[in-house]
Structure formats: structure tokens, C-alpha cells
């Protein structure tokens, strides 16, 4: 809104109006999220793609999973809300460890059921 020196009013206006038209949706986490149609964009959550690191990266079961602070980098959204995707993935027992200053491991692989 600096940038362009609008209101606040007015870019939700604007989203509005592209919404309208296909070209902005709404997203969970964040107001609105512009859609272009040559960027293929993952839209499941992000406690899901988080754990397809697993198999991509190829971890092995007691291996250091990457911190919160590089996969809030990498998939462009704050700490805390990694931190909350992370701790979903514990509580499903695919990760183990964390807290304040300990590394996470991977504690289990999951299967392609459980990635898809």
C-alpha cells in the first residue's frame, strides 16, 4: 500500500474486484493471494508440504530435520506459523525432538499414502 500510496480500503477493493474476475483468491494466513497462471502454486498445507522434505531431501529416520527459521525462508511465511506446522508434525510422530535450542529429527518416514 505504500508503494502504490493507496489505502487500505482501497487494496481491498482492488483484490475484491480481481477476485471477481479469477485473478485473486483468498488465503488462508494471509488476506488475499494473487493467482497467476503461469506459476504453478502448491496449495495444501503447509504441515504437508513441510513433511515432503522428508522424501524430496531424502532423510533418513534420525536424521536433523532443517530448522524453523530456513523453512519459514524457504516457504516464504513467518516463523511461528512453521513453528505450528512443525508441531503438527510431531504430534503425528513423523518428527521428533525441537524446543528452544534442540534440533528436530526425523522419527518416522512417511509413506506415499500419507504424502499424497
Do not use: C, N
Amino acid at each position: 500500500m505504500r508503494t502504490h500510496g493507496v489505502s487500505r480500503g482501497v487494496a481491498i477493493r482492488a483484490y475484491g474486484v480481481l477476485r471477481q474476475e479469477g485473478l485473486a483468491e483468498p488465503a488462508p494466513g494471509e488476506r488475499w493471494r494473487v493467482v497467476r497462471t503461469s506459476e504453478q502454486v502448491d496449495r495444501r498445507p503447509l504441515h504437508k508440504r513441510i513433511a515432503d522434505i522428508i522424501a524430496t531431501d531424502k532423510l533418513q529416520v534420525g536424521a536433523a530435520f532443517p530448522s524453523a527459521s530456513t523453512l519459514a525462508e524457504r516457504f516464504g511465511v513467518s516463523r511461528p506459523t512453521v513453528t505450528k506446522a512443525l508441531e503438527k508434525l510431531e504430534a503425528a510422530g513423523l518428527l521428533a525432538g525441537g524446543g528452544q535450542g534442540r534440533v528436530r529429527t526425523v522419527r518416522a518416514v512417511p509413506t506415499r499414502e500419507e504424502r499424497s
